[in-house]
């Protein structure tokens, strides 16, 4: 089955510097790679998403990439501020028929002020 | 909309007992699927109902069981509760015909 690892596990960066969190996926037909915030006492939130047949997906200071190849994506965050301070997932989906997400450890990042 | 919502949010049992979470999805959402997240495992996947019917199913024993009712609320259950079954239960809903997920707050399950 679909396997993802995440790296890495712990990021500290200054406020207003860039963290970057890679994950990469085994099974070749995993075709959606959402990105999920977790905040202490909640659940993940949706930060940001990206299909298969699309190589970078940016929303303000949240960019993903994709390298279908080498099977591996990322997560960027610029200009990080305190409240970017959570847990980040990132997960893999083949979709069709039911959900199944896999999901990969997570990463701490701490944004120190 | 309000967002996926999950009760209770805390539970305390013992071994041996059975436990029932409940979770209200997103209006108009009709597929919900159950998570277990732990500090060891991470988050796993339980099972996804989509209109009554379970279309997807997790590497869990049997003692994990679920159902969805007609308004798309949903129901998990676990009997003969372990001390391994502490965890934090999650509950995601999404639209028809799209694979974004909408998690709730979750449920934070002590087994003593």
């Known amino acids: 089955g679909e396997n993802v690892e995440q790296h890495p596990s712990t990021l500290s960066v200054q406020e207003g510097d860039s963290a970057v969190i890679k994950c990469t996926y085994s099974?070749?037909?995993?075709?959606?790679f959402p990105w999920y915030k977790q905040e202490l006492g909640k659940g993940p939130q949706l930060i940001i998403d990206?299909?298969?047949?699309?190589g970078e997906k940016k929303d303000q200071r949240i960019a993903v990439t994709l390298n279908k190849t080498a099977k591996h994506f990322s997560l960027h965050i610029t200009e990080t501020q305190p409240e970017d301070s959570a847990v980040y997932f990132c997960?893999?989906?083949?979709?069709?028929?039911?959900?199944?997400?896999?999901f990969g450890p997570g990463t701490r990042l701490s944004v120190l002020p | 909309k309000a967002g996926v919502t999950q009760t209770p949010r805390y539970l305390i049992k013992t071994r041996g007992q059975q436990v029932t979470l409940s979770c209200s999805p997103i209006?108009?959402?009709?597929?919900v699927s159950w998570y277990q997240q732990t500090p060891g495992q991470g988050l796993q996947f339980l099972f996804e109902?989509?209109?009554?019917?379970?279309?997807n199913k997790g590497n869990f024993p049997g003692r994990f069981s679920g159902r969805q009712f007609s308004n798309s609320r949903s129901e998990m259950n676990v009997s003969t509760l372990e001390l391994g079954d502490s965890a934090l239960y999650l509950c995601?809903?999404?639209?028809?015909?799209?694979?974004?997920?909408?998690f709730g707050p979750g449920t934070r399950l002590l087994v003593l």
């Open positions: 995601a809903s999404s639209p028809d015909g799209q694979e974004t997920q909408y």
């Open positions: 099974d070749s037909a995993s075709n959606y």
């Open positions: 990206i299909r298969s047949n699309v």
């Open positions: 997960a893999a989906s083949k979709g069709g028929y039911g959900q199944n997400f896999v």
């Open positions: 209006s108009g959402h009709r597929s």
């Open positions: 109902y989509f209109s009554e019917t379970q279309r």
